[in-house]
């Protein structure tokens, strides 16, 4: 059939009989140009060819343009992976012009590759005179949006706390994240963590994190202000209710706990001067896990980051875009995070902070591109206003003829709901200005719950000897320093392979600190250290 369209003109027949009929204007939203043309690609090109055949069959005029998505992570990350590289210095080193033309060359390669298997899917386009997103009519036309969108007073700069990752040096948004495909099973350290009260000799806050590289940003600990407190004999407070069989002397509303000073963890570091830790109230603080006391690090999570807005909190962005630790956090700073594990830990235990180290496995974001575990940092974005926008959107949406048509109302709600528009994001060192909201929500993990509450060492049972772990996520948990090859500066040109070499693996839920963020988890019995 395809050979007798071909000898035909079978397809420009029709375009000619059609010419001068009623305009159907159909735009395609282009398929990336990544890797050849999957199944899922094939049912929706057939629908797309579908809507076409009927309206020429009906004497419209089509378009026919075909488009290739060829910009972004989609494809620069495929090409990384053809070159062996693993970080942007890798890139920077190899020569950006190079790179992007190595990007190029990927793209031309699989577009063909997408052109013939549509082709023999029998899809009738202009092919040939398809449109590629990274030529300069596309961006002059994106830049001509943006100063249109500037001249209106839409655009702005503010911050962010968002999913990162290190490797690639970009944020997900949560459109990118969806999906439990998403996450994996991971094993990280499970550490409670005593942070001294100021005025109160002997007595300690007690909290639980799975991101031992967050406690020197630590600026605050949350409560829950009408769940119960109590302080055990040893003088360490925790919530009640996670510690059914604890024994304690006294007990308190949150409420009272609300305003007290405590010693931060690291306070000795340049980072934390000024810096007056104390109790903040939290309605989402859960009890069915952990302590029931959150250690709030507004640079490194969405929840924190807001709750530095509503109690005017200090905001410290300890990591850069590689996930390395920053100059103010003293021997730490160079570090990735997965590599400051053993010295925070060892720095707690010899200043009698830890109270107990050992490892959880729950599920944590990776990111979807190349299975990096994310970790959350403060970036500086550009956000285009949508409060004059909405009202527009809203009667534009009326207007329209959705199929089905309960689509209407869905479209409706989230033009109702939706905030500022994200665009570009650079790195942000230091922030003062506050974030963004996420949810939080889990069951609690089995460490937070084995006979009673973790003791402190002068109770005898802080883990022993150490053992030897496994790194978080794999080879890191934040950077790929460590496993970063040799530059590559004369690296030949890439080979790249016929077959996808996308997603892999199967997807899991959650967000920075394991334990409060997580729907699952299972500690090991075994010492972290």
């Not at 395809?2 to 029709?14: P, S, V």
């Not at 003088?235 to 024994?247: I, K, L, N, Q, T």
Request: aromatic residues 10%.
């Amino acid at each position: 059939m395809l050979a007798r369209w071909d000898e035909e003109g079978t397809f420009a027949q029709l375009r000619e009989q059609n010419r001068g009929g009623p305009i159907f204007s159909f735009m395609d939203g282009p398929i990336t140009a990544n890797g050849p043309a999957g199944v899922h690609h094939g049912i929706g090109r057939t629908l797309k060819d579908v809507f076409q055949r009927y309206k020429a069959s009906r004497g419209h005029e089509l378009r026919y343009q075909n488009g290739f998505d060829s910009q972004g992570l989609h494809v620069e990350v495929q090409v990384e992976k053809a070159l062996g590289f693993n970080s942007k210095r890798e890139i920077e080193e190899y020569g950006l012009a190079r790179f992007a033309r190595d990007c190029r060359d990927f793209v031309a390669k699989f577009s063909g590759v997408q052109t013939a298997q549509s082709k023999r899917l029998g899809m009738w386009m202009d092919w040939g005179n398809d449109y590629f997103t990274f030529s300069d009519t596309n961006i002059e036309y994106i830049w001509r949006f943006l100063k249109a969108v500037e001249e209106k007073g839409w655009l702005y700069k503010g911050h962010r706390s968002t999913q990162w990752c290190p490797r690639c040096g970009t944020s997900l948004s949560k459109h990118e994240q969806a999906g439990e495909e998403n996450y994996e099973e991971l094993e990280h350290p499970s550490l409670f963590v005593r942070f001294p009260l100021r005025g109160r000799a002997g007595e300690s806050l007690v909290i639980w994190t799975t991101t031992p590289w967050t406690l020197p940003a630590n600026v605050a600990a949350a409560v829950k202000p009408d769940a119960e407190y109590g302080r055990n004999d040893v003088g360490e407070w925790v919530a009640v209710e996670p510690y059914p069989d604890e024994h304690f002397e006294k007990r308190v509303r949150g409420s009272e706990l609300v305003g007290l000073e405590y010693d931060g963890p690291f306070d000795a570091f340049p980072a934390q001067e000024g810096v007056v830790h104390r109790v903040i109230p939290w309605d989402e603080v859960s009890l069915d896990e952990g302590t029931g006391i959150v250690h709030i690090a507004p640079g490194c999570g969405a929840e924190d980051f807001e709750l530095a807005r509503l109690h005017d909190l200090p905001v410290l962005a300890p990591i850069d875009e590689s996930g390395v630790l920053l100059p103010g956090y003293s021997d730490l700073e160079g570090k990735t995070t997965d590599e400051v594990v053993d010295p925070v830990i060892e720095s707690l235990r010899e200043r009698g902070l830890l109270v107990e180290a050992t490892s959880v496995v729950h599920r944590y974001p990776v990111c979807w591109r190349c299975r990096t575990p994310l970790v959350f940092r403060v970036v500086d974005d550009w956000f285009i206003s949508a409060e004059e926008i909405r009202q527009p959107m809203l009667d534009g949406n009326a207007t329209v003829e959705w199929t089905p048509p309960q689509y209407k109302k869905r479209m409706d709600d989230w033009l109702r709901n939706m905030g500022d528009w994200c665009g570009a994001s650079t790195s942000s060192r230091s922030c003062t200005a506050r974030g963004s909201t996420a949810s939080s929500s889990a069951a609690r993990s089995a460490a937070a719950r084995r006979s009673g509450f973790p003791r402190s060492a002068t109770r005898g049972s802080t883990p022993a000897s150490s053992t030897s772990r496994r790194s978080a996520g794999g080879t890191r948990s934040g950077s790929p320093a460590a496993t970063r090859p040799a530059p590559r500066r004369g690296s030949p040109a890439p080979t790249f392979p016929t077959t996808p070499i996308g997603r892999s693996g199967s997807r899991p839920t959650g967000s920075r600190r394991g334990g409060r963020r997580f729907a699952s988890g299972s500690t090991r019995s075994a010492s972290w250290r």
